[in-house]
């Protein structure tokens, strides 16, 4: 089977100057496909798209919750290549506060950009994507939009309404050309991950060592190769966690079977973190130490 010719390829990575998306756009750069990588810090996003490899990218400052600069985006892309044959639906977030001090306005900041970006974003780029011979939409969305995770009930919303959506999405839009798919990561080894940890976030995530982004761009890269609906970067937890869905009703006795692994996991995750020169101590308290 003949694999995805990314060659002049236009491909859209929202959430891309993080770990993850910055990572996406590399490997598609580097197969010859010009990068359009978006993110809410403009300097950022041109950053990364200066140091792509090839010609033709760009680098585009947009908040994905404010639709007339999602529109203005899409427009710009519209003048500069005239089609859009690929975006990656890749924006994302995570709080550590619990679920009963949140605040509203935090809780739907989080639903907004989790939930209704990625469908909205979607939903402008159609025009441009059907203007593509081979258009594709992928979304990155998580172990945690099949399992339930009690420390972060939002974010658990937030991916298991995302997940539906994309499938439902992915089968209308099949007989219309616009191939849709997402990709299901566990915990990766990104600033969101690292951020959550030393806030004392979600242990139910360090069951297994993190994996790294390229894991997530394999994963990726092999739905652009071979289209479906969801790929999982690691098949084997995702056998799992679909497993223990099976008995819900199970989970209260489940969970605390897991739960002291996890907080084991979390707690080696940050000295590791200071091995790399990403973590510190300070006044007996974990901070992150900004890369640059």
Known sequence: MRGFDFDAKVMLVTGGAGGIGSALC???ASRGARCVVVDIDAGRAEKVADELPGTGHAGIGCDLLDRAEVEQLFAQIAADYGRL????NNVGMTSAERFDVRSVDSIRRELD??????????RLAIPLLLA?????????VSLGGI???????????????????MLAIGLDLEAKGILVGSVLP?????????????DG????????????PAHVVAAVTSLLDRPRLEAYPRPAESRLVRFAMLAPNLLPKLLPLFRKRGERGMARY?????????????GGRWELVEES
């Open 147 to 165: 399992f339930p995770l009690g420390e972060t009930p939002i974010y658990t919303a937030s991916k298991f309404g995302l997940r539906g959506a």
């Open 26 to 28: 590399h490997r598609f």
């Open 132 to 140: 593509s011979g081979d258009a594709r939409v992928i979304t990155t």
């Open 186 to 198: 566990s915990a990766t080894d990104t600033r969101m991950l690292r951020q959550g940890a030393v």
């Open 270 to 282: 940050p000295e590791d973190l200071r091995r790399r020169r990403l973590a510190r101590q300070v």
């Open 113 to 122: 950009l989790n939930l209704l970006s990625p469908l909205v974003t979607t």
């Open 201 to 212: 976030g979600n242990a139910m995530q360090f069951q297994d060592k993190p994996q790294q």
């Open 85 to 88: 044959d690929v975006l990656v």
